[in-house]
């Protein structure tokens, strides 16, 4: 079975732009949820959705937003980007739980 | 305000030697615990987990041990292998918030042969 990936692996930015990254889960999964990795914050979550809904939802302001497709593959976006926006961002994937989540290499973003 | 701390950034064992990999959390709400590993390049994988109904689970050489009342929990490996050289992760959640995972910074294990 494929793999959770990421698309594109490697982005540049410049501030004030807006970046869309891609995520296609593992087939048949439902649930897809996206991460934020910092060398200072770690781990972040910043939402997650389940059959074109989103049914979770972190602590991060509104220029971070996303949607998922019937065919479960999710969009993040990000607008105005800013410098402390440079990640690595991850996507997971899973059937159900969080114990079942399978996580993508992740989207570098790079904002200057 | 970071609810789920790693406070060792970094920790190097001898190969067959035991590493001991701790974790702290500051919600109380908190009943469900998940240790992942990372590779460079790669994603997190999911290594282990554990509820809080217990205070042990095993699976081979991992073992994650929970403290409920120090809101403490560890990861052992043994016996620890080059292999195991990766950062870990860990996570905690309120079973109620479904998928919304609260991570630690990591640490950053490196087994030398």
């Known amino acids: 079975k494929a793999g959770v990936t990421q698309t594109p692996r490697y982005l540049i930015k410049t501030r004030g732009q807006q970046v869309t990254l891609s995520c296609s889960p593992i087939?048949?999964?439902?649930?897809v949820s996206w991460y934020q990795q910092t060398p200072g914050q770690g781990l972040q979550f910043l939402f997650e959705?389940?059959?074109?809904?989103?049914?979770n939802k972190g602590n991060f302001p509104g220029r971070f937003s996303g949607r998922q497709f019937s065919n479960s593959r999710s969009e993040m976006n990000v607008s105005t980007l800013e410098l402390g926006d440079s990640a690595l961002y991850l996507c997971?994937?899973?059937?159900?739980?969080?114990?079942?989540?399978?996580f993508g290499p992740g989207t570098r973003l790079t904002v200057l | 305000d970071q609810q789920v701390k790693q406070n060792s950034p970094s920790l190097s064992v001898q190969e067959g030697r035991i590493s001991i990999l701790n974790c702290d959390y500051t919600?109380?709400?908190?009943?469900?615990f998940l240790w992942y590993k990372k590779y460079p390049a790669e994603g997190p994988t999911f290594l282990i987990s554990?509820?809080?109904?217990?205070d042990k689970n095993e699976d081979g050489r991992f073992t994650v041990f929970l403290n409920k009342s120090a809101k403490h929990l560890s990861l052992h490996i043994v016996p620890s292998q080059p292999g195991d050289s990766a950062v870990y992760f860990c996570?905690?959640?309120?079973?109620?918030?479904?998928?919304?995972?609260?991570f630690g910074t990591g640490t950053r294990l490196t087994v030398i042969p």
């Open positions: 997971a994937s899973s059937p159900r739980g969080l114990d079942t989540q399978y």
């Open positions: 919600n109380s709400m908190f009943d469900y």
């Open positions: 554990i509820s809080s109904i217990k």
């Open positions: 996570a905690a959640s309120e079973v109620t918030g479904a998928n919304n995972l609260f």
């Open positions: 087939s048949g999964h439902r649930s």
């Open positions: 959705y389940f059959s074109e809904t989103q049914r």
